[in-house]
């Protein structure tokens, strides 16, 4: 089954958000959306998430899931935006529930924050598998990016959100709570083991040293031959010293605060007060 795959390159963020759809149908999933957020500002914007939902009208498409392949940290997800306008249930891995406590925490959200992913219509764990019409979807747990990561395989597609980026970008950051050098390690080794044809869509872009064109496709094969981080055989240990000097090196994501409130809300907002305001919070010295 080769599905036909539609990509959202967002800029700002670096963000690329799929459409992937049935080859001979009209059923569609939609991965890692985007709303955008000026922070200075603090508003939002839906552009980005218009773009999809006026691809998937003019293609009469029914929007069966919108996945998320983790809580992001530097972007919003616009999963509640879209499925208010074209439907779909909001799909995320079942360690949300870690993520959920973590960052309740750190936010100080209280018991009204339910912890549990009741937030989300499904919560995904290794080896469950869903369909999107006539199309199978496997999911694998791949953690250490954060404890909740997964890669959705579709066909002949894994969607492998912020694991691997492209063969000459390496590999996600394991810096952030919860995350794990040796965890990702492992996790991309399931990756890897699928069929070298399979196609391979990141989550996002940032081009790399040499290449001035964005590139979010590439394949198993290319990824084992070529990755700079984990290809030719790259050991664990080289991987890991690799991996967290570079991280220490990194600042924070510029919107990694209000990200992780909506995101690990499924993309809702924090409650609104009595007046209807919404606010989101700025823990000092936290992160
Ligand atoms: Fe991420």
Known sequence: MTPFVKAFF????????????????KACAIIDSVLDFDHASGRTNTES??????YVQAEEL???????SHVHADHLSAAPYIQEKVGGKIGIGDHI???????GK?????????????????????????????????VLHTPGHTPACLTYVIGDAAFVGDTLFMPDFGTARCDFP???????????????????????FVGHDYK??????????????????????VGAGKSIEDFVSMRDARDATLAMPRLILPSLQVNM?????????EQGDVFLKIPVNKL
């Open 10 to 25: 967002d800029p700002a963020t670096f963000t690329v958000s799929y459409v992937v759809r049935e080859p001979h149908g």
């Open 49 to 54: 998430a218009d773009k999809i939902i006026a």
């Open 62 to 68: 029914n929007v069966e899931w919108i996945l998320e």
């Open 97 to 103: 529930t870690i993520v959920q406590d973590t960052f």
């Open 106 to 138: 750190v936010f100080n959200e209280g018991t009204e924050f339910q912890r549990d992913g009741s937030q989300f219509d499904s919560l995904f764990k290794e080896g469950d598998s869903f369909m999107i019409g006539q199309m199978r979807g496997d």
């Open 178 to 200: 919860g995350g794990s050098s040796e965890t990702l390690y492992n996790s991309i080794q399931k990756i890897l083991a699928l069929p070298d044809e399979t196609r391979i």
């Open 208 to 229: 790399a040293p040499g290449r001035d064109e964005y590139a979010w496709e590439t394949t198993v094969g290319e990824q084992k031959a070529l990755n700079i981080h």
């Open 265 to 273: 809300r499924a993309g809702q907002m924090p409650p609104a007060d």
